[in-house]
Antibody, heavy 121, light 109 residues
Framework: QVRLQESGPGLVKPSETLSLTCSVSGASIGNNNFYWGWIRQPPGRGLEWIGSIYNSGQVFYNPSLTSGVVISVDTSNNRFSLRLTSVTAADTAIYYC?????????????WGQGTLVTVSS | QTVVTQEPSFAVSPGGTVTLTCGLNSGSVSSSYYPSWVQQIPGQAPRTLIYRTSVRSSGVPARFSGSILGNNAALTITGAQADDEGLYYCVLYMGRDISFGGGSTLTVL
């Protein structure tokens, strides 16, 4: 069974960079055909897909998000990461890392527990 | 911009049947959107119940079923239980991205 665990700071100052890492166990990122992604949920609101990445580095992003989002993969350490630059209070959310089914749809079948990131000075 | 639509809330009696639907502000939902359903119990991480319109994820009870009804994707809960209370999100594959509906709150009372 695949397990996903988010890690990173819980508090980020406005205009700074939010960086999160997702550690994967139970599957090798480099040896399968899954897309690995990030989804966020602002407090009291719905789910928003941020983007997904393949082990080759091919990445797809939500076209509705402004620039400043970067998702990267580290197959050597079996993890992938999210960077969000110039954050504002609107980026306060629970961030989930996810894995799709391997059907190239990005739709998650496994979810991490989520990590709350608050943007505040 | 294409928007995924869901009714905001539903209520069902214990043991009853309820159908949640998922549509588009422009056009119809078909199986080519790979409609999926995600459950979120308050305070918990989401979990995917249904994928590819009607396939239940491992461990999901048989009382949850997915289908296409008319122009919408649908999630039917037959024999609702108290611990089914929560939020249900529809998610569609849009080609180069995925889009979530706003979610439907299910109350079992």
């Amino acid at each position: 069974q695949v397990r996903l665990q988010e890690s990173g700071p819980g508090l980020v100052k406005p205009s700074e960079t939010l960086s999160l890492t997702c550690s994967v166990s139970g599957a090798s990122i480099g040896n399968n055909n899954f897309y690995w992604g990030w989804i966020r949920q602002p407090p009291g609101r719905g789910l928003e897909w941020i983007g997904s990445i393949y082990n080759s580095g091919q990445v797809f992003y939500n076209p509705s998000l402004t620039s400043g989002v970067v998702i990267s993969v580290d197959t050597s350490n079996n993890r992938f990461s999210l960077r969000l630059t110039s954050v504002t209070a609107a980026d306060t959310a629970i961030y989930y890392c996810v894995k799709d089914r391997g059907d190239y749809t990005f739709i998650p079948d496994s979810w991490g527990q989520g990590t709350l990131v608050t943007v505040s000075s | 911009q294409t928007v995924v639509t869901q009714e905001p809330s539903f209520a069902v009696s214990p043991g009853g049947t309820v159908t949640l639907t998922c549509g588009l502000n422009s056009g119809s939902v078909s199986s080519s959107y790979y409609p999926s359903w995600v459950q979120q119990i308050p305070g918990q991480a989401p979990r995917t119940l249904i994928y590819r319109t009607s396939v239940r994820s491992s461990g999901v009870p048989a009382r949850f079923s997915g289908s296409i009804l008319g122009n919408n994707a649908a999630l039917t809960i037959t024999g609702a239980q108290a611990d089914d209370e929560g939020l249900y999100y529809c998610v569609l594959y849009m080609g180069r991205d995925i889009s979530f509906g706003g979610g439907s709150t299910l109350t079992v009372l």
